[in-house]
């Protein structure tokens, strides 16, 4: 299957600081990546979708100032996750499809927020 | 009531056995079906992939696709203890990429 590799895996932050997450397809251009968010022992909800050139769609109730997405090319897609707390802490998926239905995920990045 | 359904668990089978895994939804718009494996900490992976109804057979994994009942399943034979997992059952409809999910079924495969 296509590779999508999320960066990065792990991070630490502190309370009101800003982290960059990237989500990259490897071997083929994504012109639709997804932004997931995964609580414990839950689904993951989605939070955004974006297109390559366009700005993203984002989900009821999720705050697109907060969470500031850019899909500047069609093999990279960043979720910045600005003035992070701690209620923010959780663990962040990205996906990337080509356009047909197989959505390949990253590994995903546990945020921490202290 | 979700549009779709999963239970999640856990379901504990020993080694070798052949495992049942289920979704029920209840959009008839929903067209593609997608089964996934999330192992912790770790994204989902794609494990299967579906149009409308019948079956398909990867390897050990066999997907079914019942749109009259609005009912899919995943089975696995000859499991091992290395199929411990979460799997999620996925769906979209035909003009909407967009995927609706199900709650994960944590699965527990006993040596």
């Known amino acids: 299957g296509a590779v999508v590799s999320q960066h990065p895996s792990r991070v630490i932050c502190k309370s009101g600081t800003s982290v960059k997450i990237e989500c990259r397809s490897l071997?083929?251009?994504?012109?639709?990546m997804f932004w997931y968010r995964q609580f414990p022992k839950q689904s993951l909800m989605l939070m955004a979708t974006?297109?390559?050139?366009?700005?993203?769609?984002?989900e009821q109730g999720v705050e697109k100032d907060k969470f500031l997405i850019n899909h500047a090319s069609l093999t990279l897609s960043t979720l910045t996750v600005t003035s992070a707390h701690p209620e923010d802490s959780s663990f962040y998926i990205c996906?990337?499809?080509?356009?047909?239905?197989?959505?390949?995920f990253g590994q995903g990045t546990r945020l921490t927020v202290v | 009531q979700k549009e779709v359904e999963q239970d999640p668990g856990p379901l504990s089978v020993p080694e070798g056995a052949i495992v049942s895994l289920n979704c029920t939804y209840s959009?008839?718009?929903?067209?593609?079906f997608m089964w996934y494996r999330q192992y912790s900490r770790k994204g989902p992976e794609l494990l299967m992939y579906?149009?409308s109804s019948g079956n398909k057979e990867d390897g050990r994994f066999t997907a079914q696709v019942d749109k009259s009942s609005k009912y899919i399943s995943l089975f696995i034979r000859d499991s091992q203890p290395s199929d411990s997992a979460t799997y999620l059952c996925?769906?979209?409809?035909?003009?909407?990429?967009?995927?609706?999910w199900g709650a994960g079924t944590k699965l527990i495969i006993k040596p």
């Open positions: 996906s990337a499809s080509q356009g047909e239905r197989e959505a390949f």
């Open positions: 071997d083929f251009q994504a012109t639709t």
């Open positions: 974006s297109n390559e050139g366009s700005k993203a769609t984002y």
């Open positions: 959009n008839s718009a929903f067209q593609y």
């Open positions: 579906t149009y």
């Open positions: 996925a769906m979209s409809g035909y003009s909407n990429y967009q995927l609706i």
